[in-house]
């Protein structure tokens, strides 16, 4: 196999699991060039990533940082931009499978562009889906491309599901995160070190705070919905806490599949690579024998409302789900700060797309068509969650 790869976000979590796995692969004979590699600001990351990736393109986020760029990739041979455009660019350049990995509404237009090339798109970013779910499924059949799931939890499902037309419902698993057993009282006084401190994966500071409120979970429902076409009644959600199984599908003759693994990234991003092959990586193996039990509880929607936040979005519409997403990241980005408490961020959520509605609910409304309407609904979502969490404008 030999592929041509770029990565849009090469510095968070799945982005580094994504240098990992290619080095094993090259490691092992296979060829893989690299065309380009992304990200917001860390300099120092990016050029770690270049020396072991050596890229033809590098575009960091942060215009102003475009001379400090070229300085620190200077010997490399790496064409460097910054700004907007450079990410787009990125996402545009002749790869024929290209990691979408930007945190947030920003990976929107890079990973478009990528779409529209008709390539294979490794989708890692939820927003794409949580945001702009009908521009991007339109967009993927209309120019031919090949959207791979990288969550494990869709990943899973990506896997077993061997006949689409037969299926029941599926079941998305969540650990449960860190505050699984912790009272209402208990998690009002969480910091945001306990709240990053998953039991079971790691990742990046606002995920990890998603998973603990559940509305990673929420946003994944939403994710799968867009993904594989079923209804949001045949989309479940059950606390697994040993993260073994990562998905279910249930099929009409009460057969019932399940993709299970090590909580290791590497695994579904390594999957989402190669496939429609396998490769051999390095991961840890599923010793079922010293795992011992697999346990399962349905989700406390009282202690965690999230999940009940996203399916009342994703019911309402695209523009709902994309308020839900914009909304969610100004009340993690606050409680990181300090300006809010952890029960704070579904309340901030809540009360924004209530004020949205109060407001008239035009823009909740109506489907967005473009992505300047999904911008519309997004920073109108944005301005009502500060509004809600009391955060100046310019905060």
């Known amino acids: 196999m030999s592929r041509t790869v770029s990565i ?25 060039e690299v065309e380009a590699v992304t990200a917001a600001s860390r300099l120092d990351v990016l050029a770690d990533a270049c020396r072991r990736l050596r890229p033809k393109f590098a575009a960091i986020a942060d215009p102003t940082l475009l001379n400090q760029a070229r300085q620190a990739l200077s010997g490399l041979g790496v064409e460097v931009g910054a700004g907007s455009q450079a990410l787009d660019e990125a996402g545009a350049r002749p790869a024929d499978w290209v990691m979408s990995a930007i945190v947030g509404a920003a990976g929107l237009a890079p990973t478009m562009a990528a779409v529209r090339r008709g390539v294979h798109v490794a989708l890692a970013n939820k927003e794409c889906l949580v945001c702009a779910g009908p521009l991007f499924i339109e967009a993927a059949k209309r120019h031919g491309a090949t959207l791979l799931p990288v969550d494990s939890e869709h990943n899973a499902i990506f896997q077993v599901l061997t006949h689409p037309e037969r299926v029941e419902r599926v079941t998305l698993t969540a650990s449960g995160g860190p505050f699984r057993t912790w009272s209402r009282e208990q998690m009002a006084a969480a910091s945001p070190a306990q709240a990053c401190a998953h039991p079971m994966w790691s990742m990046g500071r606002k995920i990890s705070v998603d998973s603990a409120t559940l509305m990673n979970k929420g946003l994944e429902l939403i994710e799968a919905f867009y993904l594989f076409g079923f209804s949001s009644q045949m989309i479940d959600v059950i606390v697994h806490p040993q993260s073994t199984i990562h998905s279910l599908v249930h099929y009409v003759d009460g057969s019932v599949l399940a993709q299970m693994a090590s909580p290791d990234m590497r695994i579904p991003i390594a999957f989402a690579l190669t496939w ?80 949205m509605e109060r407001d008239g609910g035009g823009l909740l409304a109506k489907l967005p068509l473009s992505f300047d309407e999904v911008a519309a609904v997004d920073q109108a979502a944005r301005r009502a969650a500060r509004s809600v969490a009391g955060i100046p404008a310019a905060a």
């Open 8 to 32: 849009l976000g090469v510095t968070g979590s799945v982005g580094q699991s994504t240098i990992q796995v290619i080095e094993e692969l090259r490691a092992q004979g296979r060829e893989i």
């Open 276 to 355: 429609p092959d396998r490769a051999t990586v390095s991961t840890a193996r599923l010793d079922l024998a010293k795992l011992g039990q697999l346990t399962f509880e349905a989700p406390d929607m009282g202690r965690f409302p999230a999940l009940g936040l996203a399916r009342a979005a994703l019911d309402r519409g695209a523009a709902a789900t994309t308020a839900l997403s914009a909304a969610n990241e100004i009340a993690v980005d606050a409680f990181l700060g300090g300006r809010i408490g952890f029960l704070d961020i579904c309340r901030t959520v809540e009360g924004a797309l209530n004020q």
